[in-house]
């Protein structure tokens, strides 16, 4: 995500909240690993993130077929909003 810093103090990034908000579910493995690195860096403040992103995760498994089906696209909206709620992208 990322935040600017000026007189008014941290804000948010408004142009990375929308990027996130208008992602499309992955279609290739590689878009699977990018979004997953992106919202690992704020699995901290995302609750039970391992257990959320586990669908995600078992399509990166080696000789896994890559089949994105309903509970890695209920996944991915999961994480997704959870990125763009408030609590992730306010300053403290």
Do not use: W
């Not at 995600?56 to 909206?77: Q, R, Y």
């Amino acid at each position: 995500m990322g935040h600017k810093v000026s007189k008014k103090g941290i804000e948010v990034d408004k142009a990375k909240v929308d990027l996130i908000f208008n992602l499309h579910v992955p279609s290739s493995m590689k878009q699977v690993k990018s979004f997953l690195g992106h919202a690992s860096f704020y699995r901290r403040f995302i609750r039970d993130f391992s257990k959320v992103a586990r669908p995600l995760t078992n399509l990166l498994t080696k000789n896994a077929p890559f089949v994105i089906g309903e509970s890695c696209v209920k996944a991915f909206e999961k994480l997704r909003s959870s990125l763009v709620l408030a609590p992730i992208v306010q300053p403290p």
